[in-house]
């Protein structure tokens, strides 16, 4: 390898939304050497396991190293010329909404800037998704609709100052595993921190739960009601703070009361436990992850949590708050830019006229949506149905981790002209594809990265472009200028790019945004380029301002809101042919399809193959030993695993991880199981709560 910086490089890990910081220096065998860096305030000198193995993930045997149309090597100028005209032929003969992006929270900021700006601002379309969809598009809905932005209140200091960590839907020690270490530390240090860990299955994060609920999937939000209903019934309202600055108490106290907390299928016992430490802990944080967002009541189930720290006033102060962790590094930049279907950039409103005049005429932009695009399960339903009939998919595999996955590689097979760029043309997806063009990847890429807590970290470029492959940005940019869009794609830097986003987010602010970095639009290339670590928003935060802390928010009347939650069960419905209730999720060593992660055999070592945990009583029931092949099928498609038995999981209750691909094992693609049920407010698919059938193979 060429190592291009002289002496030490600062980056960000290219993994989970913790954002940890690490340290990058030449080996002298020719490889790269990886430590965490001890100043990064997300992980102040920790790495998990996947950090640590990053130096074995630097590959380039089956990379791509030059642009392919239609499998036979191609140059870039015909590459990018054939997308340009196809694009532009599709758009003036079907209209905008004919095209669309796919993208990824794996991409940096400077590039999700350039891909929103070339699809809303100048083809005229809001048909950009990304796989953040999947992630924690619930937690952005619940925050709008409670904060009237998508803020998240919280810090990880939070974590170590509480009192009380409630971890729901989040098996933080595999998932976000640097957090987890940051908590197990404060716990240590602080006898009197407790820890409750509600979640359906009992995970490595139970192990430092003070109460482990296993609650019935989808359960989260009559939990969260009936924890309302208490703080009321037992005088525990900060009557001054609601008075002050909340909306909609009554309405959802009253909702709150009509929930019947049985359904969480907790005994009354461990409901009054967990509702009497909540009470009885003024520091509480409330942590929440995959297992609250990927439900179609996602966004209710976020409001409910909401609901209890707004009406305690148990917000925006150290060590309280509800805090979502996201689960990619750049999730969060990719919101900040208004990288989902029904957002523009700077956290302004596309659907809002004011805001949408605001970046037209920034952008000098000749055409603007009014209204939303296609959210994931949706666009791909429509390329299904030749609604679509380009799409440009960048750095993600959804014939892979999108839902009803079967379905989505049948939509892309049919599908008139499909554009992916990617580190390899050996993903599921890349396969199908009729351009294939090679893009730089972690260690190659320049830009920032923003975090689950607001902090905006550089990602560093430490080795050479291999081959011909170009930046996401550059790509991109290339191809506006080549539809006729000269002067708004001609970057030549990151830096560049930054600058006129943080230009464009002080017009946020002065829209009364909560995003607004407009203190680093001066930044020269030398500055950008040192940037330290800092979280939004910049002054506020500076100053030792808290969000919310004065009791502000961004709604009109610049109050809070409370909302009225009713219970609602996971769409698929357990029945005879399909008795299992399926749960999906991550390990401890892989990451997403396992792109990079599988590079490195010591990662693989830990769980090496897709599998199934089933519980001993449904095991012996189906005559399933341990280690035995199993088929599940489902409404929707089937798959072989290997049969983990263990009292883990529930009676009834299934699980399987969601990472391997056709590449690593054939027929152990577990998103072909899962239904594309999404919640009516977020569009985020039910990724957790599917109903399948376990037979032995
Ligand atoms: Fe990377 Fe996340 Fe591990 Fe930190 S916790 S080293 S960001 S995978």
Not at 302 to 326: D, E, K, Y
Not at 390 to 412: E, F, G, R
Not at 584 to 593: K, L, M, S
């Amino acid at each position: 390898l060429q190592f291009a910086p002289a002496s030490t490089c600062k980056t960000t890990c290219p993994y989970c939304g913790v954002g940890c910081g690490v340290l990058v220096s030449p080996e002298k065998t020719g490889g790269i050497k990886v430590k965490a860096d001890p100043d990064h305030p997300a992980n102040l000198g920790r790495l998990c396991s996947k950090g640590t193995a990053l130096a074995e993930t630097i590959w380039l045997d089956d990379r791509l190293l030059h642009p392919q149309v239609n499998g036979a090597r191609a140059s870039w100028d015909d590459a990018l010329e054939l997308v340009a005209q196809r694009f532009k032929g599709t758009i003036a003969e079907h209209g905008p909404d004919s095209v669309a992006f796919y993208v990824s929270g794996q991409l940096l900021t400077e590039d999700y800037y350039v891909a929103n700006k070339l699809m809303k601002g100048f083809i005229g379309s809001a048909n950009i998704d990304t796989n953040s969809r999947l992630c924690m598009a619930s937690s952005v809905a619940g925050h709008k609709r409670a904060f009237g932005t998508d803020t998240v209140p919280g810090q990880y200091t939070d974590l170590e100052q509480a009192d009380l960590v409630v971890l729901t839907g989040s098996n933080l020690a595999w998932c976000h595993p640097v957090l987890y270490q940051r908590i197990v530390a404060a716990k240590k240090a602080n006898p009197k921190m407790k820890v409750v860990n509600i979640d359906p299955r009992r995970t490595a994060t139970s192990d430092i739960a003070d109460l482990h609920l296993a609650i019935a999937p989808g359960g989260d939000a009559a939990l969260f009601n009936r924890l309302l209903v208490e703080i009321h019934e037992q005088g525990a309202v900060d009557s001054s703070f609601v008075g002050q600055h909340v909306d909609g108490f009554d309405d959802a106290v009253n909702a709150a009361s009509s929930c019947d907390s049985t359904v969480t299928g907790l005994s009354e016992a461990d409901i009054r436990a967990f509702c009497n430490m909540w009470i009885g802990t003024e520091k509480v944080v409330t942590v929440y992850s995959q297992g609250v967002n990927q439900s179609s009541a996602g966004s209710d189930k976020v409001n409910a949590i909401l609901n209890c720290h707004l009406a305690t006033g148990r917000i925006g102060q150290p060590g309280m708050g509800p805090f979502s962790v996201t689960g990619q590094p750049n999730a969060m930049g990719g919101r900040e830019v208004g990288g989902l279907a029904n957002m523009l950039a700077c956290h302004l409103d596309l659907e809002n006229a004011e805001h949408r005049s605001a970046v037209k005429t920034f952008w000098a932009a000749p055409d603007m949506p009014e209204a939303a695009g296609l959210k994931a399960v949706d666009m791909f339903n429509a390329v299904a149905e030749g609604r679509i009939k380009a799409i440009w998919i960048m750095c993600t595999n959804p014939v892979v981790s999108m839902p009803d996955a079967d379905a989505v590689k049948a939509a892309l097979e049919g599908c008139d002209f499909v554009v992916v760029s990617d580190l390899t043309a050996d993903t599921d997806t890349a396969k199908l594809a009729h351009v294939v063009l090679p893009a730089t990847g972690w260690g190659e890429k320049d830009g920032t990265v923003t975090n689950s807590e607001r902090c905006i970290s550089r990602q560093r470029g430490f080795l050479p472009a291999p081959g011909e492959a170009r930046h996401d940005w550059d790509i991109m940019s290339d191809v506006g200028r080549r539809m006729g869009w000269h002067d708004a794609f001609d970057y030549q830097s990151p830096a560049e790019i930054f600058r006129e986003y943080a230009v464009l987010s002080g017009i946020a602010g002065q829209l009364g945004r909560d995003f607004d970095i407009s203190g680093l639009s001066d930044l020269g290339d030398d500055a950008y380029d040192s940037l330290e670590p800092l979280h939004w928003p910049v002054t506020a935060i500076r100053a030792g301002g808290r969000f919310f802390g004065d009791g502000r928010f961004f709604t009109p009347s610049g109050k809070a809101r409370m909302l009225p939650i009713h219970f609602r069960t996971p769409q698929s419905h357990p029945s005879a042919q399909y008795p299992f209730r399926l749960n999906t999720g991550r390990v401890r060593d892989h990451w997403h399809t396992m792109t990079r992660s599988a590079k490195s055999s010591r990662l693989s070592q830990h769980l090496a193959e897709p599998y199934l945990e089933i519980h001993p009583s449904d095991a012996t029931r189906l005559g399933i030993a341990p280690a035995d092949i199993v088929r599940v099928t489902s409404p929707q498609g089937a798959s072989l695993l290997r049969a983990l038995v263990t009292d883990r999981v529930h009676a009834g209750q299934v699980f399987a991880p969601m990472h391997w691909t056709a590449q690593y094992a054939s027929a152990g693609r577990v998103d072909t199981l899962v239904a594309a049920h999404t919640d009516p407010v977020s569009g985020q698919p039910e990724s957790k709560a599917s109903v399948v059938n376990v037979e032995k193979f």
